[in-house]
């Protein structure tokens, strides 16, 4: 057995363990801590995220990555439709997020070429999306909707600023980059993350999350990261303005919109909420 095969299979073994171990915690939590779904699947979907940011570190073959999380796909989807693991998927909303996380995760991997791409997208998915929760259900007065998903503008930031934190630590730690640049990288990408985040759709911010952030740092490192810089903040920058001109049928709509209207990273919650009370709601 050479010795990539072997580092590949204890890997695997590391993994299976691991998260095996965290959706057990998170089954632990519902039955005998009384935990309500969307704390438990908030639980899972960190820890499962710590585990696969080390994927670097354990794998050498993108196959073995794709094997792996395939096989989780395939028991998020088998779990859900026989109503099992109910700390995942017994949430009130309707979400195919534990199908897709795994699949995002394969992606970033395939996509990065380097270790801190990889990192900064699962744990912008992982950590930020949290994060975003906790805050914005705990704090969150500035609600607004954009298609059928709730949001506040309080998550949100607490959204943009861990992915800051998250990317611009992963440059300097994995990639050496220069404090300014990696700080410049750290809020662009953040104002992706966000906007991507906004207008993902039941779950699908745990596919389009890791890859956009995955693709947005593959060129940070190289000589033309300056260029690939700005293109990332004009493909936000259009990104933005298109969801702003989704919003606006809704926006005209029949009956008065409640609250103040804001701005946040260049889209104008048009169609204000007051303070959003459903579960997993940010």
Not at 112 to 119: D, E, G, I, L
Request: overall charge positive.
């Amino acid at each position: 057995m050479s010795g990539a095969v072997g580092r590949d299979l204890a890997g695997f073994a590391v993994v299976t363990v691991g998260v095996g171990a965290v959706l057990a915690l998170a089954e632990a939590a519902r039955r005998h801590a009384g935990w309500e779904a969307e704390r438990t699947r908030k639980l899972a979907h960190v820890g499962s995220g710590l585990v696969a940011a080390a994927f670097p570190w354990l794998f050498s073959s993108a196959l073995t990555v794709v094997l792996l999380t395939g096989g989780f796909a395939t028991l998020m989807v088998v779990t859900a439709r026989r109503g099992l693991l109910p700390s995942v998927h017994a949430v009130a909303r309707r979400t195919s997020g534990g199908a897709l996380f795994p699949c995002g995760v394969a992606l970033a991997f395939l996509i990065s070429a380097r270790s801190a791409p990889f990192v900064s997208a699962v744990l912008v998915l992982a950590v930020g999306d949290a994060v975003a929760a906790l805050v914005g259900r705990r704090y969150g007065r500035s609600a607004y909707r954009f298609g059928g998903a709730m949001r506040s503008a309080e998550g949100s930031t607490a959204l943009f600023l861990t992915t800051v934190v998250v990317v611009t630590s992963a440059l300097r730690l994995l990639d050496r980059l220069p404090p300014a640049v990696a700080l410049a990288w750290g809020l662009a990408v953040a104002a992706l993350a966000t906007t991507i985040e906004i207008a993902a759709q039941d779950g699908s911010d745990n596919l389009l999350l890791p890859v956009g952030v995955a693709l947005a740092l593959a060129p940070a490192a190289g000589p033309a990261r300056g260029a690939a810089l700005v293109l990332v903040v004009v493909a936000t920058a259009a990104l933005a303005s298109v969801l702003e001109a989704a919003r606006l049928p809704e926006a005209a709509g029949p009956g008065p919109v409640p609250g103040p209207s804001c701005r946040l990273l260049g889209v104008r919650p048009a169609a204000l909420a007051y303070l959003a009370r459903t579960g997993g709601a940010w």
